[in-house]
């Protein structure tokens, strides 16, 4: 965690302004399966430090490739799911970890998305809670998408707020109708999390 609290978090308070709500929300113990939306780069780095608890993540293979990000997302807990595919090392990783009691981080979407919402989810996040009965914790990042979008090398200075919203329960089974269910739960509140942000800045 020094990674954090020596680079990260000075980033995220002082060059963006970060701000965090809903921290009481958090269980700071046992499995966790923490889902997000997904608008940038700096997605996995920052809210790998901002939940005060490590977040082990799925993150894109190719990140890793990328000098200094690649290092500090590995730092931070990160590990490397490959793009496309059901990449079931990855899956059987995560739910390993998950039973270990570890925290891990999915992005709903699996990909970056130009408007930083959740607009096409994924059942990754679900199936992972079924199959280790992981809690699953939704979280708003917003304006990522705003600082660091597609094609833009250099960010722009503009406040990131991480908004956390009430644990969900596992899906009752493997079921298609239950994954689907409990996505689309995530989908609802971390979308109404972005639009009460939007509302309170």
């Known amino acids: 965690m020094a990674i954090s609290y020596l680079l990260v978090y000075p980033i ?3 060059l963006f302004r970060g701000k965090i709500s809903g921290l009481e929300k958090v269980p700071l113990k ?5 889902v997000a939306n997904h608008g940038s780069h700096l997605d996995p780095p920052i809210l790998g430090h901002a939940l005060g608890r490590p977040i082990a993540f799925m993150a894109k293979a190719e990140l890793f490739k990328i000098p200094l ?18 990449d079931r090392d990855a899956i059987r990783m995560a739910t390993k970890m998950l039973l270990e009691g570890w925290a ?9 998305q130009a408007n930083g919402r959740i607009n096409q989810p994924m059942a990754g996040a679900a199936l992972l809670a079924a199959r280790s009965q992981s809690k699953l914790l939704p979280v708003a990042i917003a304006n990522s998408h705003k ?10 200075l503009i406040p990131i707020y ?19 269910a ?3 739960k995530l989908k609802d509140q971390i979308n109404s999390l972005l639009d009460k942000q939007i509302i309170n800045e």
């Open 69 to 86: 990000l690649g290092k500090i997302i590995k730092a931070c807990g990160a590990y490397p799911v490959k793009r496309g595919g059901s």
């Open 182 to 184: 409990t996505t689309l």
């Open 12 to 14: 995220f308070r002082g």
């Open 147 to 156: 600082v660091l979008p597609k094609g833009r090398l250099l960010p722009r």
């Open 162 to 180: 991480i908004r956390v919203g009430d644990p969900i329960k596992p899906p009752k089974s493997r079921k298609k109708s239950d994954l689907e």
């Open 104 to 112: 891990t981080g999915i992005f709903l979407d699996g990909t970056r």
């Open 30 to 34: 046992g499995s966790l399966v923490v």
